[in-house]
């Protein structure tokens, strides 16, 4: 329709302008495509636990570069013999001076070689936080993969159950079955569909997991992009054991602190070498001779002052031994502390090795034929029941053994993934590679 006036063609356009915006969907609410390698990088670029080891890193840095610098020179001035109190232009004496310290050469470097230990121990703090964060992240991404699958799996059941009801009501209005099979079929579906709306919850709560690890509303749609992997996992126990001992962000923290307490047992044990300062001053003298016979004042002379000063801290050495006794306590410390966490990589990674080998032997079960045999046994089940060869029991025992098995597919492929994410992560917490997977 043409509108006749200016005034209708404005309220057409406006009214298909409204329309227009009802039919576009919500940007908000648009769900977002995201593989497992996208979550793992957002959420290293979210998180706030990350943020805070990279400040750790850079305070770490400045201790370094405060350290590095030589202590600031001192700027004297004096006036002595003077006549009066607080009258320093009649002072006999004037000087202008510069001080400076220095420390034995070997204090600084034990010093700079211990807080750069410090640097490498947050550097290897920041890959801790990393890989427990990717561990994570892995784990919510499958436990989000897991929900979607068994909702997957119990649609698919209903839809088998829709049919089963279908044959029963239709065997029931031509008097060839019983009223009891269509409330049988009614029944299983209505169990399914309230166990449907249970996992569909579940998977809201996974998903909101997700989204928290990744920065985002928890109501945020998610389209997940990946599957779950499948065996054969080749790798072998030896390698992945030289892996961790070589990667591990624990056994990095252990070494770190075992250098770091070489150089402050090292440095502890130079505190008994002397320190050293140097003076240099400009001075200023009156009253040299000769004198005047009349006042008595001579004459003045300018001049140059040096002074140089030793510290000697093996006079008193009990201080300087006692540091050094605190120094060689922590570095066994450290020695201690490394080895149990050795041991503990090893034994994480050993667990967590076995966890993804069986995990696999529970993929190939379902792995030959027993998955397509499920389902032909379904489909056969169905037309021997419209065909009055079977009863309602039977078959609705062929769609409990379908879905269960896949239900356990699921599961297994779950448990294989998540076995593999805690490999990757094996030792980086006292427990990792050790939990359960759900």
């Known amino acids: 329709m043409i509108p006749t006036s200016p005034r209708k063609a404005v309220i057409l356009f406006m009214a298909a302008l409204g329309w227009a915006a009802m039919a576009l969907p919500v940007s908000g609410q648009e769900g977002q495509t995201l593989s497992l390698a996208d979550a793992v990088a957002r ?11 990279r400040a750790d890193i850079r305070a770490a840095s400045a201790r370094t570069m405060q350290a590095a610098a030589f ?5 004297t ?10 009258k320093p232009a009649d002072a006999d004496e004037r000087s202008l001076g510069i001080s400076q310290s220095f420390e034995f050469p070997r204090k600084r470097r034990y010093r700079l070689q211990a807080l750069r230990r410090e640097e490498d121990l947050a550097e290897s703090r920041l890959q801790n936080e990393r890989a427990l964060l990717t561990a994570r992240v892995k784990r919510a991404y499958f ?25 029963a009501a239709s065997r029931y209005t031509a008097q060839s079955g019983t009223y009891l099979e269509v409330l049988r079929a009614r029944v299983e579906k209505g169990k399914l569909e309230s166990e449907l709306i249970l996992r569909r919850g579940e998977a809201e709560q996974c998903r909101a997991a997700l989204n928290r690890l990744l920065g985002n509303p928890a109501s945020l749609p998610l389209l997940l992009s990946d599957s779950f992997g499948e065996p054969p996992y080749t790798r072998s126990l030896a390698q992945e054991t030289a892996d961790r001992l070589r990667l591990n962000s624990r056994l990095l923290q252990g070494r770190s602190m075992l250098s770091r307490e070489h150089s402050y047992l090292d440095l502890a044990r130079s505190a008994f070498w002397p320190d050293l300062s140097l003076a240099v001053s400009r001075q200023w003298l009156n009253g040299q001779p000769p004198y005047d016979a009349g006042n008595f004042t001579g004459r003045s002379t300018n001049g ?20 050094a006794l605190l120094a060689r306590a922590g570095l066994e410390k450290a020695e201690t502390i490394f080895a149990a966490l050795e041991k503990d990589v090893r034994l994480a990674t050993e667990v967590a090795f076995r966890r993804v080998k069986t995990a696999e032997a529970q993929v190939d079960v379902f792995h030959g034929s027993l998955l397509r045999d499920s389902g032909d046994q379904l489909r056969a089940g169905l037309e021997l029941y419209r065909l009055l060869r079977i009863d309602s029991w039977q078959l609705l025992d062929l769609l409990r053994s379908d879905l269960e098995i896949h239900s356990e597919y699921s599961l297994a492929l779950f448990r294989f993934n998540l076995a593999l994410a805690d490999l990757e992560a094996a030792g980086e917490t006292e427990s990792m590679g050790v939990e359960n997977e759900e």
């Open 43 to 53: 959420a290293l670029q979210y998180s706030p636990e990350l943020a805070v080891a």
């Open 71 to 75: 202590a600031a020179p001192e700027l």
């Open 77 to 86: 001035l004096s006036w002595e013999a003077m006549p009066a109190f607080f």
């Open 143 to 167: 436990q989000a993969l897991l929900a979607g699958r068994r909702i997957e799996n119990l649609e698919k059941a209903v839809a088998w159950l829709q049919q089963f009801a279908s044959m």
């Open 304 to 323: 140059w002052a040096i002074e140089i000063g030793i510290r000697l801290p093996f006079l008193w050495g009990k201080g300087t031994r006692a540091e």
